[in-house]
């Protein structure tokens, strides 16, 4: 007998540290880790391939953002956008980066190709914030058109 409550309570300590350890793993070690116009970009790409507009939302810059021109919002801007993969990350100086873009169009559309767009972004308070959104334009396919 207690041979079994010994056992029970090694097995009970054993599986609390293991989800304590997985909890530190997934959980306190990405906040501890700093903010990189890379990672910021990554997560916005990640949002909208999810269609999670709100986390999106969240790597904006809380200054006045800038979207594209024509655009009134965020939701707007991404409507017919079904995936966004990051092509290449450029930091000018210690705050400022510009995320090259690949936006690709939702099946719906008639287009050929994936837009080339950008995504730029400014350190603001040790954290980078993406401050302008501009999807770029899609190419027409005449020969499906």
Request: contains cysteine; aromatic residues 8%.
């Amino acid at each position: 007998m207690k041979n079994k409550r010994m056992a029970f309570w090694i097995a009970l300590g054993s599986g609390s540290l293991l989800i304590l350890l997985v909890a530190i793993y997934f959980i306190v070690l990405p906040l501890l880790q700093p903010s990189t116009p890379q990672r910021t970009a990554q997560s916005f790409c990640d949002a909208v391939n999810t269609g999670d507009l709100h986390r999106a939302y969240g790597q904006l810059s809380q200054e006045p953002y800038v979207l594209d021109p024509n655009e009134a919002s965020l939701d707007h801007t991404m409507q017919n956008v079904a995936h966004c993969t990051i092509r290449s990350v450029k930091q000018s100086d210690a705050t400022h980066a510009v995320a090259s873009t690949s936006f690709g169009p939702r099946p719906h559309l008639e287009f050929s190709a994936a837009a080339i767009g950008y995504l730029s972004m400014d350190l603001e308070n040790g954290t980078w914030k993406i401050t302008e959104v501009v999807p770029g334009v899609y190419a027409v396919d005449v020969a499906a058109a």
